[in-house]
């Protein structure tokens, strides 16, 4: 019988605090995702990059973003995007974060990281973003080795099809997916939903909490669930809940 537990995860992306567009439906929506995890009762909560807009939003923004997460309670890893970068001036150094609550995790390795969560049999890999250039392979240096935990990669970066020709920043490529050896890829920097699983490997783009520019109204979350007892081990389904 497997040592892992059965646990569940929300996974969102691409929240982009403190735009110039719509900042007050930006925090609905953060402030709905917290709700989600307590209505779905997950046990972690995943965001995968561009968690705010830019490097110049206020204190108060991120003031917001650590009191909103020390509201949902359980474990939630924040990985740095291409609009939230993890370098010398990053807006993650500022003060606001230095007394942030202890279930909040910041990804910060940029050459990739390891976080480990022994009471849900649970380890998340990242790779903070510190430059958005082709160089930037988000998922390069995922380990090799596994602990018998699950184990979770997050990567902001765009996924090739095999048909596309431009070559973008921060690449992802099919058989980095397949050849990654975890449980679930839980991507950002899309704002739409989309699967780009590959052989074995469950990866999931959840996309912004709210859509692409679309359904102000409500928001979507991944919900994982992962059942070593199951044949299909995980499983991934976006869930909408209204902002009402």
């Known amino acids: 019988m497997s040592l892992r537990r059965k646990i569940r995860i929300i996974h969102t992306s691409d929240t982009h605090l403190g735009d110039d567009w719509d900042p007050a439906s930006a925090r609905r929506a953060l402030s709905a995702v917290v709700d989600g995890v307590h209505v779905l009762e997950s046990d972690a909560l995943l965001i995968a990059g561009d968690v705010f807009d830019n490097a110049r939003v206020s204190d108060a923004v991120l003031e917001f973003f650590v009191s909103e997460i020390a509201r949902a309670a359980v474990p939630t890893v924040i990985l740095p995007g291409n609009h939230d970068l993890y370098d010398a001036g990053s807006l993650y150094l500022r003060s606001p974060f230095a007394g942030r609550p202890s279930n909040l995790h910041i990804i910060t390795g940029t050459r990739g990281q390891t976080l480990s969560f022994p009471e849900l049999t649970l380890d998340v890999w990242g790779r903070a973003m510190d430059s958005h250039t082709p160089a930037f392979r988000p998922l390069s240096g995922i380990p090799v ?27 992802i490529r099919p058989h980095e997916i397949a050849q990654a050896g975890c449980d679930y890829i839980a991507l950002g920097h899309w704002e739409r939903f989309e699967d780009v699983s590959q052989g074995e490997v469950t990866a999931f783009y959840s996309g912004s909490p709210m859509g692409a520019a679309g359904e102000r109204g409500r928001v979507a979350v991944n919900v994982v669930d992962f059942d070593a007892d199951r044949a299909d081990l995980v499983n991934v389904a976006q869930v909408k809940r209204s902002l009402l």
């Open 145 to 171: 080795h596994r602990n018998g935990h699950w184990l979770v990669a997050m990567a902001h970066g765009h996924f090739h099809y095999p048909d596309d020709t431009e070559e973008r920043s921060s690449p």
